[in-house]
């Protein structure tokens, strides 16, 4: 798909050309690991700026997730997906001081809904175990696992000068754990995790409550999230 100088993607435009691609069979051949610059980046002096458009797009396909299981296959869905994390960064780009932060806050509050809508509806409930040890099924259940950190590095959750979304990814957290997802429960742990590790107290206790209040969670994700409480997680 070829734009020509100073077009603005509309947002139909923005998700076929994040997710319309053939998968790729090894992450070398992955479309978006190929070219140096990314095309995401809209052009400056049309009304936005391009984190603020940016934005409103992820806020957008977040809270309505269904547009993309209607149009391609998991498969895609998940490559889409790394690629919003690995090329436009979309973490770091919707944190930045140009994009107001009631638009910060809707986008975190749309993750739910991508993880209600999306990774809790098209995954698997329970997890796989080969020899004992967690395996990922497909890559969009490793995408839905790894999705706080994907942003090369850059998590949103344990950003410290991002206090003034703390209380919004908290709370995106702790309705994640509510989910009847083994995957997304494991993800949320995950997050709140790392937090922990930074002497988060917040996040201990919210994991205190998840293993006291949680009856019936199978004894591994558990121990994990005994894990997480004790800032073991890598």
């Known amino acids: ?23 790729a069979d090894d992450d ?19 009304g936005d700026e391009p984190e603020v458009r940016l934005a409103e797009y992820v806020a957008r396909l977040f809270e309505y997730p269904g547009i993309l299981a209607k149009r391609f296959s998991l498969d895609q869905i998940a490559q889409g997906i790394e690629c919003l994390m690995l090329k436009e960064r979309i973490f770091y780009n919707i944190s930045r001081e140009c994009v107001p932060v009631s638009l910060q806050k809707r986008c975190i509050a749309a993750i739910y809904v991508l993880y209600r809508d ?13 020899d004992g040890e967690r395996v990922y099924a497909s890559e969009l259940e490793w995408e839905c696992f790894y999705f706080w950190e994907a942003d090369w590095g850059y998590n949103l959750a344990l950003e410290p000068s991002h206090s003034v979304l703390a209380e919004s990814v908290f709370d995106v957290l702790g309705r994640i754990l509510l989910l009847d997802s083994y995957v997304c429960q494991e993800s949320a742990i995950h997050a709140l995790g790392h937090m922990r590790k930074r002497n988060n107290v917040d996040a201990r206790q919210m994991l205190e409550v998840f293993r006291k209040t949680r009856l019936g969670v199978p004894s591994e994700l558990d121990l994990y999230a005994e894990k997480a409480m004790e800032g073991r997680i890598v």
């Open 28 to 46: 070398e051949e992955k479309w978006f690991l190929k070219i140096d610059e990314f095309g995401l980046v809209f052009e400056e002096g049309l």
């Open 118 to 130: 999306m990774f809790c509806a098209e995954l698997p409930k329970g997890p796989t175990f080969e």
């Open 1 to 23: 798909m070829v734009f020509p100088p100073g077009y603005s993607m509309t947002f139909d435009d923005w998700v076929d050309y994040v997710f319309d691609h053939p998968v």
